[in-house]
Protein backbone atom coordinates (compact mmCIF):
# COMPACT_ATOMS: atom_id res chain seq x y z
CA UNK A 1 0.00 0.00 0.00
CA UNK A 2 1.47 3.29 -1.35
CA UNK A 3 2.25 5.54 1.92
CA UNK A 4 1.23 9.38 2.23
CA UNK A 5 2.82 11.61 -0.34
CA UNK A 6 3.86 15.25 0.11
CA UNK A 7 5.77 17.29 -2.11
CA UNK A 8 7.92 19.75 -1.90
CA UNK A 9 10.07 18.60 0.43
CA UNK A 10 11.92 21.49 1.39
CA UNK A 11 11.21 24.94 0.27
CA UNK A 12 12.93 27.77 1.62
CA UNK A 13 10.99 31.69 0.48
CA UNK A 14 11.24 35.11 1.73
CA UNK A 15 8.84 36.48 4.12
CA UNK A 16 5.47 37.63 2.63
CA UNK A 17 6.28 35.65 -0.49
CA UNK A 18 3.18 32.54 -0.94
CA UNK A 19 3.92 28.96 -0.87
CA UNK A 20 1.93 26.21 -1.14
CA UNK A 21 2.01 22.05 -0.27
CA UNK A 22 0.58 19.32 -1.77
CA UNK A 23 -0.76 15.97 -0.36
CA UNK A 24 -1.95 12.86 -1.84
CA UNK A 25 -3.57 10.73 1.60
CA UNK A 26 -3.51 6.89 0.92
CA UNK A 27 -6.00 5.60 -1.43
CA UNK A 28 -9.62 5.73 0.31
CA UNK A 29 -8.61 7.15 3.62
CA UNK A 30 -11.77 9.40 4.01
CA UNK A 31 -10.20 11.62 6.75
CA UNK A 32 -6.94 14.47 5.82
CA UNK A 33 -5.39 16.26 8.36
CA UNK A 34 -2.72 19.20 7.83
CA UNK A 35 -0.20 19.56 11.01
CA UNK A 36 1.97 22.13 12.04
CA UNK A 37 4.93 21.06 13.84
CA UNK A 38 7.96 23.61 14.87
CA UNK A 39 11.59 22.69 15.68
CA UNK A 40 11.06 20.80 19.08
CA UNK A 41 7.38 20.40 19.75
CA UNK A 42 4.77 18.02 18.55
CA UNK A 43 2.24 18.13 15.69
CA UNK A 44 0.21 20.86 15.96
CA UNK A 45 -3.35 20.90 13.87
CA UNK A 46 -4.24 23.36 11.54
CA UNK A 47 -6.81 21.86 9.48
CA UNK A 48 -8.88 18.47 9.25
CA UNK A 49 -11.36 17.33 6.24
CA UNK A 50 -13.82 14.78 5.86
CA UNK A 51 -14.14 13.77 2.74
CA UNK A 52 -13.74 16.99 0.95
CA UNK A 53 -15.83 18.88 3.93
CA UNK A 54 -13.70 20.38 6.91
CA UNK A 55 -14.44 19.12 10.01
CA UNK A 56 -11.96 21.17 12.35
CA UNK A 57 -10.27 24.36 11.61
CA UNK A 58 -9.95 26.46 14.68
CA UNK A 59 -6.36 26.62 14.55
CA UNK A 60 -5.49 27.35 11.11
CA UNK A 61 -4.76 31.16 10.71
CA UNK A 62 -7.42 32.40 8.24
CA UNK A 63 -5.96 35.33 7.45
CA UNK A 64 -3.09 33.66 5.55
CA UNK A 65 -3.12 30.35 5.45
CA UNK A 66 -5.94 28.55 3.39
CA UNK A 67 -6.55 24.46 2.02
CA UNK A 68 -8.63 22.92 0.18
CA UNK A 69 -9.46 19.23 -0.19
CA UNK A 70 -10.41 18.64 -4.31
CA UNK A 71 -13.04 16.26 -4.94
CA UNK A 72 -12.46 14.38 -1.47
CA UNK A 73 -8.73 13.29 -2.11
CA UNK A 74 -5.91 15.46 -2.92
CA UNK A 75 -5.16 18.27 -0.43
CA UNK A 76 -3.49 21.55 -0.59
CA UNK A 77 -2.18 23.82 1.59
CA UNK A 78 -0.95 27.46 0.83
CA UNK A 79 0.10 30.03 2.83
CA UNK A 80 0.20 34.02 1.96
CA UNK A 81 1.90 36.04 2.97
CA UNK A 82 4.51 34.04 4.32
CA UNK A 83 6.01 35.02 7.90
CA UNK A 84 9.11 34.26 9.51
CA UNK A 85 7.43 32.09 12.36
CA UNK A 86 5.98 30.17 9.34
CA UNK A 87 8.93 28.06 9.30
CA UNK A 88 8.55 24.86 10.46
CA UNK A 89 7.74 21.05 9.15
CA UNK A 90 3.85 20.68 7.56
CA UNK A 91 2.71 17.29 7.88
CA UNK A 92 0.16 15.71 6.46
CA UNK A 93 -1.21 12.69 7.38
CA UNK A 94 -4.72 10.23 6.69
CA UNK A 95 -7.15 8.23 8.67
CA UNK A 96 -9.70 5.54 7.28
CA UNK A 97 -12.26 6.14 9.53
CA UNK A 98 -15.08 8.51 9.34
CA UNK A 99 -16.07 9.32 12.52
CA UNK A 100 -16.84 6.44 15.23
CA UNK A 101 -13.65 4.70 16.76
CA UNK A 102 -10.63 6.29 16.18
CA UNK A 103 -7.45 4.47 14.08
CA UNK A 104 -3.97 5.40 13.43
CA UNK A 105 -3.28 8.70 11.35
CA UNK A 106 -0.83 7.45 8.77
CA UNK A 107 1.77 10.49 8.39
CA UNK A 108 3.81 11.66 5.11
CA UNK A 109 7.58 12.95 5.35
CA UNK A 110 6.51 16.57 5.94
CA UNK A 111 7.43 19.46 3.97
CA UNK A 112 10.01 21.67 5.92
CA UNK A 113 9.84 25.23 5.32
CA UNK A 114 12.13 28.04 6.04
CA UNK A 115 11.22 31.72 5.53
CA UNK A 116 14.00 34.00 5.58
CA UNK B 1 -10.39 20.89 23.96
CA UNK B 2 -7.61 18.10 25.17
CA UNK B 3 -4.53 19.10 26.45
CA UNK B 4 -1.53 16.20 26.45
CA UNK B 5 1.12 16.60 28.54
CA UNK B 6 4.49 14.43 28.19
CA UNK B 7 7.89 14.04 29.91
CA UNK B 8 10.66 13.81 30.00
CA UNK B 9 11.44 16.35 27.10
CA UNK B 10 15.11 14.38 26.83
CA UNK B 11 15.88 11.18 27.97
CA UNK B 12 19.15 9.23 27.80
CA UNK B 13 19.76 5.76 28.60
CA UNK B 14 22.52 2.75 28.24
CA UNK B 15 21.87 -0.07 25.47
CA UNK B 16 19.85 -2.76 27.21
CA UNK B 17 18.04 -0.53 30.07
CA UNK B 18 14.50 0.31 30.13
CA UNK B 19 12.98 3.37 28.81
CA UNK B 20 9.88 5.16 30.15
CA UNK B 21 7.83 8.10 28.83
CA UNK B 22 4.77 9.61 30.59
CA UNK B 23 1.96 11.62 29.29
CA UNK B 24 -1.20 12.64 30.73
CA UNK B 25 -4.53 14.33 29.31
CA UNK B 26 -7.56 16.38 30.39
CA UNK B 27 -10.52 15.54 28.08
CA UNK B 28 -12.27 12.09 30.08
CA UNK B 29 -13.85 11.70 26.27
CA UNK B 30 -10.57 10.66 25.01
CA UNK B 31 -10.59 7.17 23.88
CA UNK B 32 -7.53 5.89 22.03
CA UNK B 33 -4.20 6.77 22.74
CA UNK B 34 -1.06 6.23 19.90
CA UNK B 35 2.53 6.58 20.44
CA UNK B 36 4.60 7.60 17.36
CA UNK B 37 8.46 7.80 16.65
CA UNK B 38 9.65 10.22 14.64
CA UNK B 39 13.26 9.82 12.87
CA UNK B 40 15.21 13.02 11.57
CA UNK B 41 13.30 14.17 8.53
CA UNK B 42 10.75 11.79 8.74
CA UNK B 43 6.67 11.46 9.66
CA UNK B 44 5.66 10.42 12.80
CA UNK B 45 5.49 6.61 11.84
CA UNK B 46 2.93 4.25 14.68
CA UNK B 47 4.78 2.05 17.22
CA UNK B 48 1.79 1.00 19.38
CA UNK B 49 -1.79 2.01 20.59
CA UNK B 50 -4.09 1.44 22.86
CA UNK B 51 -7.74 2.33 23.67
CA UNK B 52 -9.75 3.03 26.52
CA UNK B 53 -11.51 -0.01 27.15
CA UNK B 54 -7.63 -1.70 27.78
CA UNK B 55 -5.39 -1.30 30.54
CA UNK B 56 -1.99 -2.69 28.87
CA UNK B 57 -0.70 -3.54 25.54
CA UNK B 58 2.48 -4.90 24.88
CA UNK B 59 4.79 -5.66 21.22
CA UNK B 60 7.35 -7.21 21.83
CA UNK B 61 10.24 -4.99 23.66
CA UNK B 62 7.05 -2.32 23.94
CA UNK B 63 4.46 -1.63 26.41
CA UNK B 64 2.30 0.83 26.95
CA UNK B 65 -0.02 1.32 30.10
CA UNK B 66 -3.38 3.32 31.02
CA UNK B 67 -4.70 4.85 33.78
CA UNK B 68 -8.44 6.47 33.21
CA UNK B 69 -8.78 7.38 36.58
CA UNK B 70 -5.67 9.36 36.93
CA UNK B 71 -5.76 9.98 33.10
CA UNK B 72 -2.36 9.48 32.03
CA UNK B 73 -0.32 6.83 29.86
CA UNK B 74 2.66 5.70 29.67
CA UNK B 75 5.07 3.98 27.39
CA UNK B 76 7.53 1.27 27.91
CA UNK B 77 10.49 0.07 25.97
CA UNK B 78 12.56 -2.66 27.11
CA UNK B 79 16.19 -3.61 26.29
CA UNK B 80 16.85 -0.33 24.50
CA UNK B 81 18.88 -0.52 21.29
CA UNK B 82 20.56 1.80 19.12
CA UNK B 83 17.75 2.07 16.86
CA UNK B 84 15.44 3.55 19.17
CA UNK B 85 17.13 6.63 19.42
CA UNK B 86 14.25 9.14 17.87
CA UNK B 87 11.70 11.81 19.22
CA UNK B 88 8.55 9.96 20.97
CA UNK B 89 5.15 11.49 20.73
CA UNK B 90 2.05 10.31 22.91
CA UNK B 91 -1.43 11.53 21.28
CA UNK B 92 -4.98 11.56 22.46
CA UNK B 93 -8.06 11.00 20.74
CA UNK B 94 -11.59 10.82 20.51
CA UNK B 95 -13.32 10.45 17.26
CA UNK B 96 -10.58 11.27 14.51
CA UNK B 97 -9.31 14.10 16.01
CA UNK B 98 -5.54 13.99 17.52
CA UNK B 99 -4.01 15.84 20.21
CA UNK B 100 -0.04 15.42 20.53
CA UNK B 101 2.35 15.76 23.60
CA UNK B 102 5.55 17.90 22.93
CA UNK B 103 7.56 14.82 22.12
CA UNK B 104 10.44 12.97 24.05
CA UNK B 105 13.85 12.78 22.54
CA UNK B 106 15.37 9.28 23.50
CA UNK B 107 19.26 8.73 22.99
CA UNK B 108 20.45 4.95 23.63
CA UNK B 109 23.85 5.29 24.32
CA UNK B 110 25.48 2.01 22.49
Known amino acids: EAGVAQSPRYKIIEKRQSVAFWCNPI?????LYWYQQILGQGPKLLIQ????????DSQLPKDRFSAERLKGVDSTLKIQPAKLEDSAVYLC??????????????FGQGTRLTVV | GENVEQHPSTLSVQEGDSAVIKCTYS??????FPWYKQELGKGPQLIID?????GEKKDQRIAVTLNKTAKHFSLHITETQPEDSAVYFC?????????FGTGTSLTVIP
Open chain 1, 93 to 106: ASSPRVGGMATEAF
Open chain 1, 27 to 31: SGHAT
Open chain 1, 49 to 56: FQNNGVVD
Open chain 2, 27 to 32: DSASNY
Open chain 2, 50 to 54: IRSNV
Open chain 2, 91 to 99: AASKGNQFY
